[in-house]
């Protein structure tokens, strides 16, 4: 699942999870952010599965845009 990650005008990074809509994360330094989504998106996938419902095929967990 790939990540988008840009920093904030106020200085906070935020990381967006592109293939779970609405799976993002605020965070203090870039590693903090990213960590935050892959906990959240990995939360998201565990629910998914426990509830029956699809998730997206994952040729890799995670990807970090450049």
Same mark, same amino acid.
């Given at each position: 699942m790939?990540?988008?990650i &840009?920093? &904030?005008v106020d200085g906070r990074w935020i990381a967006d999870v592109t293939? =779970?809509?609405g %799976?993002?994360?605020y965070g203090q330094t870039r590693a903090d952010a990213?960590?935050?989504v892959k906990a959240l998106a990995l939360r998201v996938l565990a629910d998914r =599965? &426990?509830?029956g419902e699809s998730i997206p095929d =994952?040729? &890799?967990v995670f990807q %970090?845009?450049?």
């Open positions: 790939k990540i988008e &840009e920093q &904030e293939d =779970l809509g %799976v993002m994360a990213i960590a935050k =599965l &426990e509830h =994952l040729a &890799e %970090v845009a450049a």
